[in-house]
């Protein structure tokens, strides 16, 4: 992997459902339903739960680590962040922002500092999505996509 400077990245757009098969749409769509429910019932902030209750429904289709890894995962955890950003606001976006940036920046660094070798980057699950789209979008570094890689070994 090799860098070359850091730019300012912007999150991907994502939706929850892109890409996702059909018996996992009704998955998500269950859910859905209960989001707007938990915020006129009162019983508290959906973003404080969600990753559990998004892990919930991914845990029934990851059977692998490649599909914990994957694009599937990344997508719902996407849209999950989504859906946070437009319920608490900006002051958390950009604090989300800021921190994919930093995971970004180290990775860069990293890469300037090792050229040529492979470098690993451990993260929180959540993360995964916007670091692995800022590094994309970044000259001279190359992923391994984990899923893949995950499913041939």
Request: aromatic share 2%; proline share 4%; hydrophobic share 40%.
């Given at each position: 992997?090799?860098?070359?400077?850091?730019?300012?990245?912007?999150?991907?757009?994502?939706?929850?459902?892109?890409?996702?098969?059909?018996?996992?749409?009704?998955?998500?769509?269950?859910?859905?339903?209960?989001?707007?429910?938990?915020?006129?019932?009162?019983?508290?902030?959906?973003?404080?739960?969600?990753?559990?209750?998004?892990?919930?429904?991914?845990?029934?289709?990851?059977?692998?680590?490649?599909?914990?890894?994957?694009?599937?995962?990344?997508?719902?955890?996407?849209?999950?962040?989504?859906?946070?950003?437009?319920l608490i606001g900006p002051?958390?976006?950009?604090?989300?922002?800021?921190?994919?940036?930093n995971i970004v920046n180290?990775?860069?660094?990293?890469?300037?500092?090792?050229?040529?070798?492979?470098?690993?980057?451990?993260?929180?699950?959540?993360?995964?999505?916007?670091?692995?789209?800022?590094?994309?979008?970044?000259?001279?570094?190359?992923?391994?996509?984990?899923e893949q890689w995950l499913?041939?070994?």
């Amino acid at each position: 992997m090799h860098a070359q400077g850091a730019g300012e990245t912007q999150r991907p757009q994502l939706r929850l459902d892109a890409g996702v098969g059909s018996q996992d749409n009704h998955l998500v769509s269950q859910h859905e339903r209960s989001i707007p429910q938990a915020l006129h019932s009162g019983r508290g902030a959906v973003p404080g739960r969600s990753l559990g209750e998004v892990a919930s429904i991914l845990k029934i289709v990851w059977q692998t680590p490649a599909d914990v890894n994957g694009q599937r995962t990344d997508k719902a955890l996407a849209g999950k962040r989504a859906l946070e950003d437009q319920l608490i606001g900006p002051v958390d976006m950009d604090g989300d922002r800021r921190w994919t940036q930093n995971i970004v920046n180290v990775t860069l660094q990293a890469a300037k500092a090792h050229p040529g070798k492979r470098i690993l980057v451990l993260i929180g699950i959540e993360n995964c999505h916007g670091v692995r789209a800022a590094l994309r979008a970044q000259n001279g570094i190359q992923l391994v996509d984990m899923e893949q890689w995950l499913r041939r070994q």
